[in-house]
Nanobody
Framework: QVQLVESGGGLVQAGGSLRLSCADS????????MGWFRQAPGKEREFVAA????????YYADVVKGRFTISRENAKNTVYLQMNSLKPEDTAVYYC??????????????????WGQGTQVTVSS
């Protein structure tokens, strides 16, 4: 059973930083590819970043490339999203997701099997 719990969201000024965490209480975390998505009010859920099972391959949406970093610690069953140089347009609910496909990274929501409940990130101008 995969249960993903996000934490680390909050209110930050433009230009600031936040680090999101997503912990899995199950026992198969290291076999899953992981991703972060976000959803702003009135908008579709969009891809942010992805990482493969071992952590040596990552992929980012163009709008966050160079500002956000995804990483994972399999020993702690946790994936992170370090967000720097935040902008008001980064305001959204951020979700982590796990894919049983595992081997590579994935950037469409349909390739993910498990989702967390989301954590709110608000960036003020």
């Amino acid at each position: 059973q995969v249960q993903l719990v996000e934490s680390g969201g909050g209110l930050v000024q433009a230009g600031g930083s936040l680090r999101l965490s997503c912990a899995d209480s199950g026992h198969t975390f290291s076999t899953y590819a992981m991703g972060w998505f976000r959803q702003a009010p009135g908008k579709e859920r969009e891809f942010v970043a992805a990482i493969n099972w071992s952590g040596d391959s990552t992929y980012y949406a163009d709008v966050v490339k160079g500002r956000f970093t995804i990483s994972r610690e399999n020993a702690k069953n946790t994936v992170y999203l370090q967000m720097n140089s935040l902008k008001p347009e980064d305001t959204a609910v951020y979700y982590c997701a796990a894919s049983r496909l595992g081997g590579s990274y994935y950037y469409t929501r349909y390739e993910y099997d498990y989702w967390g409940q989301g954590t709110q990130v608000t960036v003020s101008s």
